[in-house]
């Protein structure tokens, strides 16, 4: 099975700061069927791209899916209060459909 | 609105069987493929199991973890999906989600999730 290796662990930012997050498979994911997620504390999780590089709907441009193959990004521009939380990719090509160890992004 | 509710959780001794329902309203049950995730200090995230619509001969998959003791299944009659779990083991221990297709498509992103139902195992 697919493994989604999560980098890094914490990143420590300031509100209006970027952040760059990387996930990457060990194996190539078909269709670039790559979602990303982001949990905040009591809540479930939110979608906030699919097929790697798609928005999800209400998600602002500030979030911004890259990558292909086996190497995915997720870069959330000017962060905000609330996008400090832990985020979370998910290939969905192939069952079973695994998520990544997550990246805490905390202030 | 979109709304998935779990109900079923609780505290079993391990060797016990559970079953977690998911009631949905809000929209297409009938289009929708819907999945179950759980999440544990652990592991995090992990996906267990998925059921498609009637469409895709309510085709089922399951994670190596939980197949063969957990099983699957839907009532689009009720728009209720539902995680029959067995032999569960302290490792089954987390809060477990039931989650439907994006946009309620037989797909296996998810957009809503149920509130979150918490299942202990201990003795």
């Known amino acids: 099975e697919v493994v989604l290796t999560q980098s890094p662990g914490i990143l420590s930012l300031s509100p209006g700061d970027s952040a760059t997050l990387s996930c990457r498979t060990s194996q190539s994911v078909e269709f670039n069927h790559l979602a990303w997620y982001r949990q905040r504390p009591g809540q479930a999780p939110r979608i906030l791209i699919y097929?790697?590089?798609y928005r999800a709907t209400g998600i602002p441009d500030r979030f911004t899916g890259r990558g292909a193959g086996t190497d995915f990004t997720l870069t959330i521009s000017r962060l905000e209060p609330e996008d400090f939380a832990v985020y979370y990719c998910q290939q969905y090509g192939l069952s079973p459909y695994i998520f990544g160890g997550g990246t805490r992004v905390e202030i | 609105d979109v709304q998935l509710v779990a109900s079923g959780g609780g505290l079993v001794q391990p060797g016990s069987d559970l079953r977690l329902s998911c009631t949905a309203s809000g929209f297409r049950f009938i289009g929708s493929a819907f999945h179950w995730v759980r999440q544990t200090p652990g592991k995090g995230l992990e996906w267990l199991a998925r059921i498609r619509s009637k469409a895709n001969s309510y085709a089922t998959a399951y994670a190596a973890s939980v197949k063969g003791r957990f099983t699957i299944s839907r009532d689009d009659s009720s728009q209720k999906t539902f995680l029959q779990m067995t032999g569960l083991e302290a490792d089954d221990t987390g809060v477990y989600y039931c989650?439907?297709?994006?946009?309620?498509?037989?797909?296996?992103?998810?957009?809503?999730w149920g509130q979150g139902i918490l299942v202990s195992v201990s003795s």
């Open positions: 989650t439907r297709g994006y946009n309620g498509l037989d797909n296996n992103m998810f957009d809503f």
């Open positions: 097929g790697a590089s």
